[in-house]
């Protein structure tokens, strides 16, 4: 009997939450019998951290298998770009949305090296269901597959009103993901601020749990305030810094730590603003910097609380992970619901606005 081929699509691995999640899918689905591949669009072989994907799904990079661009086919694409460039930031500065072949435009002046391979790729596997997810994945995928009989399921991640403002935003929605045969989204929210066209083949799914966590604690605990993500502008480090300064001068005996990889050059930028302001602080000695560990969960597994200062999330992993285990949870309200849906405030962990060092360090 001929195995039915899935092929998961996605632009990086390097740890983060949505990646783990889509791996613990591919991982689901292999287990159950299906031909599984799993491609990444925009990642170079030395940043994959593929620990969470089992080795049974082959792993295809972009950046290895499409020609390099030309001089020549970079300039034919330069007009079409500044146009889509300056129409983009002239709807955005005036609050208005983005045309939907403006939006088309851009996609294409960027991808479209990836949108002819995958085009390429599913002509070749007519058979094959693609699962998209994440920015840019989801719009190269809705090119790339129209007019083609494969099975398209989108899965957008974070907060999708900051989708809705880009130059690809509402519009370029509207007219290309209903090319998709279903939806998923993370929350309810999520789920309501897109176009009917697209939320109707929609259903809600929050994340999964990571298998194999520690057995909850319930001991006695040490005086480390842990967070623990991909470090990036989203993650807002510089509040929980700010509030741990707060708590700090009451509580000197506190520590702060801080775990978590910085993949690009966002992220050291992050690190290297809330090591000034540390020292600003005078907090050094009290905050700890550590690289991710697999075995994260048991490293943390006494300590006093775990603390999420994001501006955004679809819903955090390291969030329900550090509940599972029994920490003592404090989080931002943040967009996209994902936290408020999973926290009843005071019940089982406390809520606070986001950007909010005071109610973060109250709390």
Avoid at 276 to 299: C, L, Y
Wanted: charged content about 25%; aromatic content about 6%; proline content about 6%.
């Amino acid at each position: 009997m001929k195995r039915k081929k899935i092929l998961m699509v996605i632009p990086h691995m390097v740890g983060g939450g949505a990646e783990r999640v889509a791996a613990q899918i591919m991982n689901q689905l292999n287990e159950r019998g299906y031909e599984t591949k799993f491609i990444l669009t925009s990642a170079k072989r030395d940043e994959v951290v593929r620990s969470d994907l089992n080795e049974k799904t082959e792993l295809i990079l972009l950046t290895e298998e499409m020609q390099s661009e030309s001089v020549g086919q970079k300039l034919a694409y330069l007009p079409a770009r500044v146009c889509s460039t300056i129409v983009g930031k002239f709807c955005e500065k005036r609050s208005k949305d983005t045309p939907a072949i403006v939006g088309k435009m851009s996609i294409d002046c960027m991808y479209h090296r990836e949108i002819k391979w995958m085009r390429q790729y599913l002509q070749q596997n007519p058979d094959m269901t693609v699962i998209a997810f994440v920015q840019p994945a989801i719009p190269i995928t809705v090119l790339a597959a129209q007019g083609l009989p494969n099975r398209v399921i989108i899965s957008g991640r974070a907060d999708p009103n900051r989708i809705m403002r880009k130059r690809y935003g509402r519009r370029f929605i509207e007219k290309y993901y209903p090319r998709a045969n279903a939806a998923v989204f993370q929350t309810y929210d999520a789920k309501a601020v897109y176009p009917k066209s697209v939320s109707d083949k929609g259903t809600v799914i929050f994340n999964p749990l990571k298998e194999n966590l520690p057995e909850p604690y319930h001991g006695e605990r040490n005086k480390n305030i842990t967070t623990f993500c991909r470090i990036s502008n989203q993650k807002n480090l510089p509040v929980l810094v700010d509030a741990f300064a707060k708590v700090h001068k009451a509580h000197p005996n506190y520590t702060l730590r801080i775990i978590g990889d910085a993949p690009n050059d966002e992220g050291v930028q992050v690190v290297n603003t809330i090591k000034k302001m540390i020292a600003g602080h005078q907090i050094t000695d009290s905050v700890i910097f550590e690289p991710f560990n697999a075995d994260v969960h048991r490293m943390i597994l006494e300590d006093a609380m775990y603390v999420n200062s994001s501006d955004y999330e679809g819903i955090s992993n390291a969030m329900l992970e550090s509940m599972a285990i029994g920490m003592p949870v404090v989080c931002t309200d943040c967009p996209i619901g994902g936290a408020k849906a999973t926290i009843t405030d005071g019940e089982n962990g406390l809520l606070v606005p986001i950007k909010d060092a005071e109610a973060l360090s109250k709390a």
